[in-house]
C-alpha cells in the first residue's frame, strides 16, 4: 500500500505547489502587501496634511496618519509605550492608547486634528502643518524613548492628496492623488 501513496503523493504536492499565493495571477483585486518576517512594528506608511478628501466619525475633514505593521505578527500595543507627533523634539506628545492590535500587514489610522480624544477613531492633540513637518513615530523600550520612524515632509502639494510608501512599508516616497486610508498604498 505504501508505493501506490508514494506515487499518488508526488503529483499532489506539484499540484498544490503550483497553486500557492504566492504566484501572480491578474484580476481585479490590487496585489496586497507582503508583511516582512521579524518582530511586529509599525512604520509611518501614509499621510494627509490640510484638504483631506475622508471625513472623521465627527463629520470633519482632517489631518490624519496611517501606521503600518510590516511583520508577519499582529502588534498589540501596550499603555504608554507608542508615540505620534509632530514635533521630533517632542517625542512623547501624543501617547497612542493600549491594548489596540494592528494586524500583520495592517494599518491604523490617527487622526491629527487636536481634538485629543478616541472616540471610534483615534484623535490626537495636534494638527500636522500644511506648510512642512514631521510625522513620528516613537517607542519607549526599557525606559528610554526611542525613534522608530521619522517622515520630513515638506509643504502639501495638491489638496486631498496624500503622502505614501510605495510599496507599503517600502523605502521610497511619493504624492498619492487618491489617498488610501487604512488600505494598501497603490
Known amino acids: 500500500m505504501n508505493a501506490p501513496l508514494r506515487w499518488f503523493y508526488g503529483p499532489a504536492l506539484l499540484l498544490l505547489a503550483a497553486c500557492t499565493p504566492d504566484r501572480t ?17 509599525l512604520l509611518v506608511n501614509e499621510l494627509v496634511v490640510g484638504g483631506s478628501a475622508q471625513t472623521n466619525e465627527f463629520g470633519t475633514k482632517e489631518d490624519w496618519l496611517e501606521l503600518y505593521n510590516p511583520s508577519t505578527l499582529p502588534l498589540t500595543l501596550a499603555p504608554n509605550e507608542w508615540y505620534v507627533t509632530d514635533d521630533s523634539t517632542q517625542r512623547t506628545q501624543y501617547a497612542l ?15 491629527c486634528d487636536s481634538r485629543n480624544t478616541v472616540a471610534t477613531q483615534i484623535h490626537t492633540d495636534f494638527n500636522l502643518s500644511r506648510g512642512g513637518g514631521d510625522a513620528g513615530l516613537y517607542r519607549r523600550v526599557s525606559g528610554q524613548v526611542q525613534k522608530v520612524d521619522l517622515y520630513r515632509y515638506v509643504n502639501q502639494p495638491i489638496d486631498g492628496a496624500s503622502y505614501g510608501r510605495t510599496p507599503d512599508g517600502g523605502p521610497t516616497w511619493r504624492v498619492f492623488t487618491t489617498p488610501t486610508q487604512g488600505a494598501p498604498n497603490r
Open 25 to 41: 495571477f491578474s484580476g481585479d483585486s490590487p496585489p496586497q502587501p507582503t508583511p516582512q518576517p521579524g518582530p511586529a512594528t
Open 97 to 111: 492608547p493600549g491594548g489596540l492590535v494592528v494586524p500583520a500587514g495592517g494599518f491604523l489610522v490617527i487622526w
